[in-house]
């Protein structure tokens, strides 16, 4: 599962980057598309995953951190969710300082 959320990261990215070079006007709505899919994605790969979700070590506290697997498939979510909300500040307008697809 973490190779595949690196594959989805990977695709993800090349999607902005196509849209980013794109001068066509209905293109970032098809990047939020495709990045809400693959946020859905992931968090459904997050709540499925089979394996091992925390170590063994516990430490002083007695927090168990989470696995270096898991946790790749966590992060991926959590960043494709941030660039979700992104694309949706950029097309509604609310700001455009990192995604300024409207100049």
Same mark, same amino acid.
């Given at each position: #599962?973490?190779?595949? $959320?690196?594959?989805?990261? $990977?695709?993800? %990215?090349?999607?902005?980057? /196509?849209?980013?070079?794109?001068?066509?006007?209905?293109?970032?709505?098809?990047?939020?598309?495709?990045?809400?899919? $693959?946020?859905?994605?992931? %968090?459904? #790969?997050?709540?499925?995953?089979?394996?091992?979700?925390r170590l063994r070590?516990?430490?002083?506290?007695?927090?168990?951190?989470?696995? &270096?697997?898991?946790?790749?498939?966590?992060?991926?979510?959590?960043?494709? $969710?941030?660039?979700?909300? #992104?694309?949706?500040?950029? &097309?509604?307008?609310?700001?455009?300082? /990192? #995604?300024?697809?409207y100049e």
């Amino acid at each position: #599962m973490p190779l595949l $959320a690196i594959l989805i990261d $990977a695709v993800t %990215l090349g999607g902005y980057f /196509i849209i980013l070079n794109s001068g066509a006007a209905r293109v970032p709505f098809w990047g939020l598309a495709l990045q809400a899919a $693959a946020a859905i994605v992931l %968090l459904l #790969m997050s709540i499925a995953y089979g394996g091992r979700r925390r170590l063994r070590f516990r430490g002083n506290e007695g927090y168990r951190p989470y696995t &270096l697997r898991y946790g790749i498939v966590l992060m991926s979510f959590a960043v494709n $969710a941030i660039v979700v909300v #992104m694309y949706y500040l950029s &097309l509604s307008g609310g700001n455009n300082l /990192i #995604m300024h697809f409207y100049e």
